[in-house]
């Protein structure tokens, strides 16, 4: 049984018991799962006793206990996780001319149909690349398709 | 003063194990109230334990 598995198991037996998880591993998934799971700490191996029990008496004290780099990485799962609920913030125009993107349209096509300039098109796409953070056609449709941003 | 908080530590190695008890021992505010190597065993122990509801017991789940 891993720590993870382990978490709910515990809370089922004790709800007011505090978990703090710590273990080697700092991948997202993991520390997405333990919190979700219920830890109210996600400690990594590398910290001095002293430092593991300081983070057992914040948390005892009511606090969330993680190491820097951890808080850092769940800070960024919550930013990426608020930007696809907000499909990168993409206006309706740009959703609509990503969709054509993904339809297979060229800029001409795309621009003849939604009745634009070339020149507003390639602005348009510009702007779709930016917020997507890609820098080509295919990897602008790639995402959009990945993560059902349409 | 009040009671020290119990720890329960669920570790797979030895020497961490006993390691972190001996440093959470030092401590006033917390105590080790038990270790084990594996979850089960720990489960075993918080269903067979009395807890009264209003004490923390906090846990540490350590095993990979």
Redesign the interface.
Known sequence: MSGIDLIPEVRKLTPTSKIIILTVHDDNENVFNAICAGASGYLLKDLSSEKIVASIIEVMNGGASMNSHIAKKVLSMFRDQNVKSNGYSLSGREKEILSLLVDGLSKKQIAEKIFLSHHTVDSHLRNIYAKLEVHSRSSAISKAIREKLL | MNNP?D?II??DNEL?RD??K???N??S??KCKNTFS???S??DF??SED?V?EI?????????
């Open positions: 908080v720890v669920v570790e961490l390691s972190l001996e440093a959470i030092k401590s505010s917390i594996s979850g089960e720990a489960l918080i269903s807890l509801p923390s017991f906090l846990i540490l789940v350590f095993p990979e």
